[in-house]
């Protein structure tokens, strides 16, 4: 069947192996245009790997897509032609001024001097590096170089963008400065999808989220609805006495009918609750058994959390996120 015109993104059963192991075993998405599109998963889950095979870089064992309506097997150089993509780490000159890497990538994608001129100057004032713009990258801070790496993927202006984890390495401040970029970009009408390892940015940007692990996706739906697959929040709680741990344990488990989680240390428990009355019944419930708590919170679950409960296991302790 012809590709629906409202979709962005259409792929069925995508499959990439890299001799005997599966990176992406069989994925089917449907992202609508002039959305942003999450890809939730921990590291090694095949995220990475996906994007590179809509985006034309490596080609799928099996499977099919459709990117802005071109076939993604018969067509690449069109689908080429319609996207842009910024990996992980910036692919910069860093010997290069901010202003210099952009009017290079302006004359290569067929701009006049003084055209590719202009556009440099308009990116670089519309990601604010117009202070910047004379400086070699190797000067520049991480949110700058990922800034100016992703106004790079914008010269010409995409119908898709590809961003793989577009804020690993990032401080808070630098994280919300990129976030606030991608939701401008898409309010302009551009297409987004990205990985990421983080609920929270995937919470903060995206329409709707697909989670996959072990090349398979295992879940997708709104950050809502994601959510909910855990209660509607989860409780932490951390006991005083480290020899009191395994009592409040069993007793959160025997009290609220589920599994409890340990941080990777052991001191903190967490637990999906359905509501702020079972919570303070919680709470109550561990000081009347005589257990004292250091700390107790209540919040939105993590990525570990939601992991947990969509697989029945948790993240491994080097691929947990707070």
Known sequence: MPPSPSLAISARGLVKRFGAMTAVAGIDLDVPRGTIFGILGPNGAGKTTLLRMLATLIAPDAGSATVMGHDLRAAPDAVRGVI??????????????????????GRLWG??????????????AAFALSDAARRQVKTYSGGMRRRLDIAASLVITPGVLFLDEPTTGLDPAARAGVWRLIRDLAASGVTILLTTQYLEEADQLAARIAVIDHGRKIAEGTSRELKATTGSGTLHVTPAQAAQRDAAAALLAAL?????????????????VPDAARANAALAALIAADIPLADFAMGSPSLDEVFFALTGQPLPPEEATA
Request: hydrophobic fraction near 45%; charge should be negative; charged fraction near 20%.
């Open 84 to 105: 842009a993509m910024t990996g992980q780490f910036a692919s910069l000159d860093e010997d290069l001024t901010g202003r210099e890497n952009l009017v290079m990538l």
């Open 111 to 124: 701009f006049g001097r003084q055209a590719a001129g202009a556009r440099a100057d308009d990116l670089l």
């Open 256 to 272: 609220l009918g589920t599994t409890v989680g340990r941080s990777a240390e052991g001191a903190q428990l967490s637990v999906a």
